[in-house]
C-alpha cells in the first residue's frame, strides 16, 4: 500500500516533531516509513546523510523486529544504540512508521524516553486519521473509475465532470460522527485527487519516460 | 511502497533486484553508481561481509529531478544471494514496488536460478503480495561467458509468462541501463494507473 501525505497532515507531523526536538533537547528527528522512505526531518539533519539514515534505519528496525519473532515476540517497539558522543532512540508509531530521534549529552534517556512517548501518541492519530483519508479517497477513486466503465463519458467531456462528480460522490461518504473531517478537509481532499489526475496523467509519464532516458545512459 | 508527499511535492519509488548469489545485482548496481552523475545519486550503502558477500542489502538512491514539479526518486535495493540469508531477503522486500530478476546464465547454475525465483514468488506472498500484481522483468546475466544456457532454456525455467527479458553482461554495463529503464517505465506506469 502507498504512503501519501498531504500538505494538512505533514504540518500536524512536523509540528508535533517540532516539540518533540525542543521539548527533548535531541539533536535531530527522523520520522522513516518501514520500507526505508524517509518521510521527514527536522533539527540537525546536514551532519547526515537522511536517505542513507533511512534506509539503515528500516533495514535494521526490520532485522530486530525479525530477531523478536524468533523469540516470539510480536516487535520491539524501542531500540536503543549508545554512542560515544551521540546516541540513537528508535521507536515505532502505527506499526508502520519507525521514529528516530538522535541526541547527545545535552540531554538524558529518560527525557527523552518521556517526551517520545506522548509524541508517539499524537502521530499515532495523525498517521491513523491519515490512513484513513487516504483509503477512502482510493475507494473513491475506484468507485469512479468503474462507474465511468459502465458510462463511458462522451468523447467531448471537459475533464473536470469526473471531478464534480467525485465531489458529490465524498461529500456523501463523509462520516461526521468521528469528527475528525471537517468541510474544509474534504474539499482539500478532493482537490489533491483533482491534482492527481491532472499532474499524474499522460504528460507526467512522458516526461518521466523522457527523464529515465537521459539519465540512465551509457 | 511508493511514497507520495503532496506537501513536499515528492515520489519515491523501491526497486528490489533480485537472484541467485553470485549472479550480478551487486554489480548492476556499482555499474549504475559509476555512470549516474553526481547530481542524481546518492551514496551507495553495501552491507557486506569481509568477501565482499552481501550480508544483507546494497542501497543506492538514484534522484530524477523534478518531473512537473514533483521530486521524483528511486531507491534501488540488492538482496543477499546466497541461500541461507532467506530471513535478510524478506525483509528488504517489504514496500517494493518493482523488481528485477537476475539470473545467472551458466549451465551449472541452471538449478540455483530456479530455486532463486520460486524463493521470490514465495517470499512475495509472505509479505502481502503476488508475483503478477508487480511489475517485473528479468535480466539475463553473464552473457558473454562460454558455457551458458540458451535464451529459450532460461524462458522456459524461469519466464514462462512471457514479460520482458534482457540479455546483459553486467560487468561491463551490457544491458544494465536497459534493464533499469524498463522497469522504472513500468513502475512510474503502474503508480499513474
Known amino acids: ?218 | 511502497m511508493s511514497f507520495i508527499n503532496y506537501s513536499t511535492r515528492e515520489i519515491n519509488l523501491k526497486l528490489v533486484y533480485y537472484g541467485p548469489g553470485l549472479g550480478g545485482k551487486t554489480t548492476n548496481l556499482i555499474y549504475i553508481y559509476n555512470k549516474v552523475t553526481a547530481n542524481n545519486k546518492g551514496k551507495m550503502i553495501s552491507l557486506a561481509t569481509e568477501s565482499e558477500r552481501t550480508l544483507f542489502f546494497d542501497f543506492l538512491p538514484l534522484d530524477l529531478g523534478e518531473i512537473k514539479g514533483y521530486k521524483t526518486r528511486f531507491h534501488l535495493y540488492t538482496v543477499p544471494g546466497q541461500v541461507f540469508y532467506n530471513a535478510s531477503r524478506k525483509l528488504i522486500l517489504r514496500g517494493v514496488d518493482g523488481l528485477i530478476f537476475v539470473a545467472d546464465s551458466q549451465i551449472q547454475l541452471r538449478e540455483a536460478n530456479i530455486d532463486s525465483f520460486k524463493n521470490m514468488k514465495e517470499n512475495l506472498i509472505e509479505q502481502g503480495y503476488r508475483l503478477p500484481e508487480i511489475p517485473y522483468v528479468i535480466q539475463y546475466n553473464k552473457r558473454d561467458l562460454s558455457n551458458i544456457l540458451t535464451i529459450e532454456q532460461l524462458d522456459q525455467d524461469l519466464n514462462p509468462g512471457g514479460i520482458k527479458t534482457f540479455e546483459a553482461v553486467a560487468l561491463s554495463g551490457i544491458g544494465v541501463f536497459d534493464t533499469l529503464k524498463c522497469i522504472s517505465k513500468m513502475v512510474l506506469n503502474k503508480l499513474m494507473g
Open chain 1, 1 to 218: 500500500m502507498s504512503l501519501v501525505l498531504y500538505e494538512k497532515e505533514f504540518k500536524e507531523i512536523n509540528e508535533c516533531l517540532n516539540n518533540l526536538l525542543l521539548g527533548a533537547k535531541a539533536k535531530s528527528i527522523f520520522l522513516v516509513d518501514k520500507s526505508g522512505q524517509l518521510i521527514t526531518n527536522i533539527g540537525d539533519t546536514v551532519s547526515f546523510d537522511s536517505i542513507a539514515l533511512a534506509s539503515l534505519t528500516a533495514g535494521n528496525f526490520a532485522a530486530t523486529s525479525a530477531l523478536a519473532q524468533l523469540m516470539g515476540q510480536n516487535e520491539f517497539s524501542l531500540l536503543f544504540h549508545q554512542g560515544e558522543k551521540e546516541n540513537i532512540h528508535i521507536s515505532v508509531v502505527e506499526s508502520r512508521i519507525i521514529l528516530v530521534v538522535i541526541f547527545d549529552d545535552r540531554t538524558s534517556l529518560g527525557l527523552i524516553r518521556l517526551r517520545v512517548k506522548t509524541a508517539i501518541s499524537v502521530l499515532s492519530e495523525i498517521f491513523k486519521r491519515l490512513f484513513v483519508k487516504v483509503k477512502k479517497e482510493k475507494e473513491l477513486i475506484k468507485s469512479m473509475s468503474k462507474k465511468e466503465e459502465s458510462h463511458p463519458k462522451p468523447e467531448m467531456q471537459t475533464p473536470s465532470k469526473p471531478l464534480e462528480a467525485l465531489s458529490e460522490k465524498q461529500d456523501s461518504t463523509k462520516d461526521n460522527s468521528q469528527g475528525t473531517q471537517t468541510e474544509p478537509e474534504i474539499q482539500e481532499s478532493n482537490n489533491k485527487t483533482s491534482e492527481q489526475s491532472d499532474r499524474f496523467g499522460e504528460d507526467f509519464q512522458q516526461k518521466a519516460a523522457n527523464k529515465i532516458d537521459n539519465l540512465f545512459m551509457d
